[in-house]
C-alpha cells in the first residue's frame, strides 16, 4: 500500500509551495522590470595598452585578496571576436578569472571592444600577426618574462592556433584552447548557410560593413530552436531561486549580447575556414603565407564539451590530432558551451584541469619576486 503523508508533511508542502510562489511572483516582476541585475566582468583590472577598439587588460592580483603572483610566465587570455569576454569573468564567485587569480597566476586579456565601421576592412591576419603579437609584447614588457602562457576561448582559440602556427617560434611557453572548432562542416545551419546555401557575407552585412549582432544571435539560435522554450520551461520551475535568477540573467544576458563581426574577417572565415574547411585539409593562410596547425610544438592542451550546441563536438574533436606538439593533451567534459567556464561543474574540473596543466608548465616565484623572473638564474 501506498504510504499516507502525515497532515504535517502536507501542511510544509502547502507552506513551501506558497512561499515558493510568492518568490516566483517577485523574481518574475524583477525579470520584466530588468531591476537587480548582477553586475558582471567586476573583478579589479587596467587597461595597459589599446588599439583602436581593442585593449588589453590586466587583473589586479591583490595578495589580500587572491594571494598574489605565484606563477610564472603570465597568462594571456584571447577572446573571441563575435562575442563579449566578460563571460569569462561573469560575476564575483562564479568567475574563470578570479580562480586563476587565486590559483596564483599574472593574468591578462585581450578584449576586441565593439567594432565599428572602422573595423569593417580587418583581417584574420590583423588579429593574428598585429593585434596578439603587439599585446604579447606589451605583457612582456610590462611583467619583464620572455614568454606567455596562452589561452583562447572558442573562435578567440583560432586566432590563437593561427598565431602559433604562424610564428612558429614566438615567446609561448604553452597554448591552451578551450571550445575551439576546427571542423567547421559540423558547425550547423550557421556555417551551412555560407558553404551550401549559397550565402555570401556580403548579403548580411549591416551599414558599417560588418555583420550586426542579431545576425549572429539568430545564427546561432537556428542551431538549437527549441533552446528558447527550454530554458524558459526551466526558470519557471527555479524561479523561487534568487541565486538561480541571478545565475540565469548573467548567462543569458551573454547569450545574447554579442558584437559585430568585422566584415572582412567575416569573409576570410566563410572562405577558409567554412567553404575550404582549411584547417581540416591543411589550406589555411595567413598575410599570404601557408599555415600549417602542425608546425604548432609548444605544450597544448584542448579543452572541449559534449553537450555544446554553439560549438558542436564533432567540431572540436579532430583539433588534438591536427597539432603537431609531442606534449599535448585533451580534455572532454559532460557539459555545454558556458558550463566549460562558468557554474559548479566549471569550478570542479574544468578549471582545475587548466590551472593544473599551466602551473606544471610555469615556473613558481619566490615571494615578492617578479612574475618576469621566474626560473632565471640569480
Same mark, same amino acid.
Given at each position: $500500500? *501506498? ?34 541585475? @548582477?553586475?558582471?566582468?567586476?573583478? *579589479? ?9 581593442? #585593449? ?130 559540423? $558547425?550547423? @545551419? ?8 549559397? $550565402? ?11 555583420? *550586426?549582432?542579431?545576425?549572429?544571435? #539568430? ?7 527549441? /533552446?528558447?522554450?527550454? %530554458? ?33 574577417? /567575416? %569573409? ?28 604548432? %610544438? ?10 555544446? &550546441? ?18 599535448? &593533451?585533451?580534455?572532454?567534459?559532460? /557539459?555545454?558551451? $558556458? ?24 615556473? *613558481? ?14
Amino acid at each position: $500500500m *501506498p504510504t499516507v503523508p502525515s497532515p504535517q508533511t502536507v501542511l510544509d508542502r502547502v507552506r513551501r509551495d506558497v512561499e515558493r510562489n510568492a518568490l516566483r511572483a517577485r523574481n518574475g516582476i524583477k525579470l520584466v522590470a530588468g531591476v537587480d541585475r @548582477p553586475g558582471v566582468g567586476q573583478t *579589479p583590472k587596467d587597461v595597459v595598452w589599446q588599439r583602436g577598439r581593442t #585593449q588589453l587588460w590586466h587583473y589586479r592580483n591583490d595578495a589580500d585578496t587572491y594571494g598574489g603572483v605565484r606563477y610564472g610566465p603570465p597568462l594571456l587570455l584571447v577572446f573571441s571576436l563575435i562575442s563579449r569576454s566578460y563571460i569569462l569573468d561573469l560575476t564575483p564567485g562564479n568567475s574563470f578569472v578570479e580562480q586563476l587569480l587565486e590559483a596564483g597566476f599574472d593574468v591578462y586579456m585581450l578584449d576586441w571592444g565593439e567594432p565599428d565601421e572602422r573595423d569593417a576592412d580587418n583581417r584574420l591576419e590583423d588579429y593574428v600577426d598585429d593585434y596578439i603579437p603587439a599585446g604579447i609584447d606589451r605583457v612582456l614588457e610590462l611583467s619583464g618574462a620572455d614568454e606567455v602562457n596562452l589561452f583562447g576561448y572558442c573562435f578567440g582559440g583560432d586566432l590563437a592556433l593561427l598565431y602559433a602556427a604562424h610564428h612558429p617560434d614566438a615567446p609561448l611557453r604553452s597554448l591552451t584552447v578551450l571550445a575551439t572548432p576546427v571542423d567547421f562542416r559540423h $558547425m550547423g @545551419p550557421l556555417a551551412d548557410i555560407f558553404s551550401v546555401g549559397g $550565402m555570401d557575407v556580403d548579403d548580411v552585412l549591416g551599414p558599417d560593413g560588418n555583420v *550586426p549582432p542579431s545576425v549572429v544571435v #539568430q545564427g546561432f539560435r537556428t542551431l538549437t530552436p527549441t /533552446a528558447e522554450v527550454t %530554458r524558459y520551461v526551466t526558470l519557471w520551475e527555479r524561479l523561487w531561486s534568487d541565486e538561480y535568477v541571478a545565475s540565469y540573467q548573467a548567462m543569458t544576458g551573454w547569450s545574447d549580447d554579442h558584437v559585430p563581426f568585422p566584415g572582412a574577417a /567575416a %569573409r576570410e572565415t566563410a572562405e577558409m575556414l567554412v567553404r575550404r574547411n582549411g584547417m581540416m585539409t591543411d589550406r589555411l593562410t595567413v598575410a599570404g603565407d601557408p599555415v600549417h596547425l602542425g608546425d604548432i %610544438r609548444v605544450p597544448f592542451l584542448t579543452v572541449r564539451a559534449n553537450r555544446d &550546441h554553439i560549438v558542436p563536438p564533432a567540431a572540436t574533436a579532430p583539433l588534438i590530432d591536427l597539432v603537431g606538439s609531442p606534449d599535448k &593533451h585533451e580534455l572532454c567534459l559532460d /557539459a555545454g558551451h $558556458m558550463g566549460l567556464v562558468v557554474g559548479r561543474s566549471a569550478a570542479r574540473t574544468t578549471v582545475p584541469t587548466i590551472i593544473d596543466f599551466i602551473r606544471r608548465r610555469s615556473d *613558481p616565484l619566490a615571494p615578492g619576486e617578479p612574475a618576469g623572473t621566474a626560473g632565471q638564474e640569480a
